[in-house]
Every structure is written in structure tokens, then in C-alpha cells.
Nanobody, 126 residues
């Protein structure tokens, strides 16, 4: 059974930092395209950052580029998102997602992902 479990969310002031983690129970973890998405109530999930270790490619949403860094530890089956210089508009539920590698990997399109975590809340106050 595939499980993705996020942690590390919390409340911070604007300009602060948080590091999100995602523990993945995936066999052949390195063959998966991994990503972070965020979602506000009533809104569509937005791709934040994606990574595929097979190619070394990483992709970021324009809104977080240069502030967020995605990384992973294949041996530990862990995905991370380092978030710096947080802004109130970064407030959302953040979800970890996984899909088996394919042509569109990494990808920031939520419809392509098969597996999802429950999410961890990030709240940034001004």
C-alpha cells in the first residue's frame, strides 16, 4: 500500500522559513517523479515544485522560484521542500505527490499524479 506522509508545516511570520518533509512508502522510489502541491479551500491544487532523480531535472512554479528548494534522499525515500522568505500568499495546505516516471517528468500538473499525501498546513502571517 502506497503511503505519503507529510510533516513540517506550521505558522510563521512573513520572511520566515519552513522545511517540509514527505516520507514515501514506495518500492523503487527512485523511479518515481515526486512533487509538492498546495491548495486553498475551494481552489485547484497548484504545482509548487517537482523533481525526478532519474534525469536530475527540477521544475518550480514561477511564484516560488528562488525562494523554495525541492530535494530528496532516495535511500531514505524522503522528499523535502525548503521554503525561505515565506509570504502570506504561500499560506495553503501542502501535499506531497508521486507518479511513476514518464515523458512528462518532472511535472507540475496535478492530474498526472497517482498518489497523494494528506497534507500539512502552512500559515504565513504578515
Amino acid at each position: 500500500q502506497v503511503q505519503l506522509v507529510e510533516s513540517g508545516g506550521g505558522s510563521v511570520q512573513a520572511g520566515g522559513s519552513l522545511r517540509l518533509s514527505c516520507a514515501a512508502s514506495l518500492s523503487a522510489y527512485s523511479g518515481y517523479c515526486m512533487a509538492w502541491f498546495r491548495q486553498l479551500p475551494g481552489k485547484e491544487r497548484e504545482g509548487v515544485a517537482a523533481i525526478y532523480s532519474g534525469s536530475g531535472y527540477i521544475d518550480y512554479a514561477d511564484s516560488v522560484n528562488s525562494r523554495f528548494t525541492i530535494s530528496q534522499d532516495n535511500a531514505k525515500k524522503m522528499l523535502y521542500l525548503q521554503m525561505n522568505n515565506l509570504k502570506p500568499e504561500d499560506t495553503a495546505m501542502y501535499h506531497c505527490a508521486a507518479k511513476w516516471r514518464g515523458a512528462s517528468c518532472p511535472s507540475l500538473l496535478f492530474s498526472e499524479y497517482e498518489y497523494w499525501g494528506q497534507g500539512t498546513q502552512v500559515t504565513v502571517s504578515s
